[in-house]
Each structure stands twice: as structure tokens, then as C-alpha cells.
């Protein structure tokens, strides 16, 4: 019973690579969230998906790109890194209902950006 | 911009003492939900507050709503050391349909055995 499952757990880059964080998850949801963790300010909605094929930007999108090709997956992806985007990771499910329900995490992605 | 912002930010206490967190938001809400995060790990739910709900419990949490004040208070009782973590609320934002939660910065809280 995997749950979330985000890879890699750790990388490290130099200001300018590419790289592309994947989120897997086996509930069937419908919703999946990237939000990245800074110290001191909580978790910021990066981008979301309401379905598969479908993506929004959140609070702070600038900088990633996103894709929902299969319902199961949603993939960030940063194209030229930079320093401020070193952060921790984090995606998040929840199924579709009347009410916003309860998101399920997967334990995050320690990205350091060099 | 944060919807919620939890007081205090951080949280000292022994164990076997009670532990209360609170959190403030700035605009009409649907429900309100508090999430834990120990050291290097993901957030997990514990418990959901419906706006038309005052009190709830589960187990030895028991979360409390003001919706005129804007406001929810988190009471851990008879806190243990496995209950040192973070702990966040998280608000959705009205309308629902993008089904966004919108987390506070957290309390730290340590419980000293």
C-alpha cells in the first residue's frame, strides 16, 4: 500500500540544469498537488491538477513546469535551476468529492540548487 | 500570502501536559484541517472541521472553530514524546472547485520526556 511515492528523495544541481521530480500515486485520485517547503513559511502551492491531461498554476508556479499525462502521475519540472529554488518538495493527493478532503503526502524531495 | 498562521511558533512542554496550537485565517472558509509533520517526513491529516462544526475530537486531539472569528485551536492532551512534530492548519479557499488547501507556517512543538 505505497500511497505517494515521489523520486528522487535528494538531488542536488548546478544553477542552470534541468530536472524533472515525479509523483506517483495509487489511490485512484483525482487531484494531485506540488507544494514546496521553505523555513519559517509552511507549504506554497506550486501547481495542481484536477485531472488527468489537466494542469493550474498555484501561488508560486514561476519557474516550474508541470504535467498530468496519466492519472496515476504528476511530474515538476524545473528547466534552468536556480539557488532559490532550493527547497523540500512535496506532492499531495486527494479524491474528488463535494468538499475538499483530506490530502495524502508523499514524504518529499530535498532539492539543493548549487 | 498565508491564509493561516498558527501561534506559537514554537512550543515547549513535559510530557503528560496539554499542548494547544492555534491558528488564524483571513477569509471565509469551507473546512479547516490540521496536519502533523515529524522531522523529515511528509505532512499526514489528523482531524477536519466543517464550518458549520464548533468542536471535535479524535482520540486525544480536540480542535476547536470560531468562523466569527476567524480562528481554530488545536488541544493535544496528555502529550507524549512522539508527539514532538510540526503542526499545521490548513485551510481550503471558497469556491471549492480547484479543491486547494492553503497551509499556515506551523507550531513547533517538543515534548520533553
Known amino acids: 500500500n505505497a500511497g505517494v511515492t515521489q523520486t528522487p528523495k535528494f538531488r542536488v544541481l548546478k544553477t542552470g540544469q534541468s530536472m524533472t521530480l515525479l509523483c506517483a500515486q495509487d489511490?485512484?485520485?483525482?487531484?494531485m498537488y506540488w507544494y514546496r517547503q521553505d523555513p519559517g513559511m509552511g507549504l506554497r502551492l506550486i501547481h495542481y491538477s484536477v485531472g488527468e491531461g489537466t494542469t493550474a498554476k498555484g501561488e508560486v508556479p514561476d519557474g516550474y513546469n508541470v504535467s498530468r499525462l496519466k492519472k496515476q502521475n504528476f511530474l515538476l519540472g524545473l528547466e534552468s535551476a536556480a539557488p532559490s529554488q532550493t527547497s523540500v518538495y512535496f506532492c499531495?493527493?486527494?479524491?474528488?468529492?463535494?468538499?475538499?478532503?483530506?490530502?495524502?503526502f508523499g514524504e518529499g524531495s530535498r532539492l539543493t540548487v548549487l | 500570502s498565508q491564509q493561516g498562521e498558527e501561534d506559537p511558533q514554537a512550543l515547549s512542554i513535559q510530557e503528560g501536559e496539554n499542548a494547544t496550537m492555534n491558528c488564524s485565517y483571513k477569509t471565509s472558509i469551507n473546512n479547516l484541517q490540521w496536519y502533523r509533520q515529524n522531522s523529515g517526513r511528509g505532512l499526514v491529516h489528523l482531524i477536519l472541521i466543517r464550518s458549520n462544526e464548533r468542536e471535535k475530537h479524535s482520540g486525544r486531539l480536540r480542535v476547536t472553530l470560531d468562523t466569527s472569528k476567524k480562528s481554530s485551536s488545536l488541544l493535544i492532551t496528555a502529550s507524549r514524546a512522539a508527539d514532538t512534530a510540526s503542526y499545521f492548519c490548513?485551510?481550503?479557499?471558497?469556491?471549492?472547485?480547484?479543491?486547494?488547501?492553503?497551509f499556515g507556517s506551523g507550531t513547533q512543538l517538543t515534548v520533553l520526556p
Open positions: 490548513a485551510t481550503d479557499v471558497i469556491p471549492v472547485s480547484a479543491r486547494q488547501l492553503t
Open positions: 499531495a493527493s486527494t479524491e474528488t468529492g463535494g468538499y475538499t478532503g483530506e490530502l495524502f
Open positions: 489511490m485512484n485520485h483525482e487531484y
